[in-house]
């Protein structure tokens, strides 16, 4: 009897003890959740004039970066699109100053215009992943949806045709 209660102890212990590893090494870490998506800024009236921001008729391409995960995450360097031969184009205009501390479920946002990524996807080919790289050094990827594949196909083919 009382080496049947020590060895349901053991089990119990066992399971509690890979919980709680699994627990702190991989859910309560900071996670970033990455998008990409297409737009405009917009712009309503008695907003106050803002040179750094591009005009409403402009098109854009944003990635946003969102913490998923319970700890916090500092963002030092701005997102972009990684290329399949590596090389990847950074997304130069935050819509937030950096370095920025994502607390859990806080964001952060950058975007180009659609000119500026039609001209690496031009150099480069068609994009892979959303990338974005955080103060530990860590590189956060996700592979770009399907639907804007698409779009990035469209957009390498109208590039091909403005070349010949």
Do not use: C
């Not at 003890?17 to 297409?38: H, V």
């Not at 370095?99 to 994009?127: A, W």
Request: charged residues 25%.
């Amino acid at each position: 009897m009382t080496l049947a209660i020590a060895v349901a102890g053991l089990v119990v212990a066992a399971l509690t003890a890979a919980w709680n590893i699994y627990r702190e090494g991989f859910r309560d870490s900071a996670r970033l959740k990455l998008s990409m998506s297409r737009g405009y800024f917009a712009k309503w009236a008695g907003m106050p004039p803002d040179p750094t921001l591009p005009s409403p008729d402009t098109p854009l391409v944003f990635v946003k970066a969102v913490n998923v995960g319970r700890r916090p995450i500092t963002i030092t360097s701005g997102g972009g699109v990684e290329f399949p031969d590596g090389s990847w184009g950074m997304f130069t205009a935050p819509v937030h100053a950096l370095p920025k501390k994502l607390g859990e479920g806080d964001k952060v946002e950058f975007y180009n215009p659609e000119e500026s990524l039609r001209r690496l996807v031009q150099q480069h080919g068609i994009p892979t992943h959303i990338r974005i790289a955080d103060a530990s050094d860590k590189r956060h990827r996700k592979r770009i949806p399907r639907s804007l594949h698409r779009w990035l196909q469209a957009l390498a083919e109208k590039a091909g045709e403005e070349e010949s």
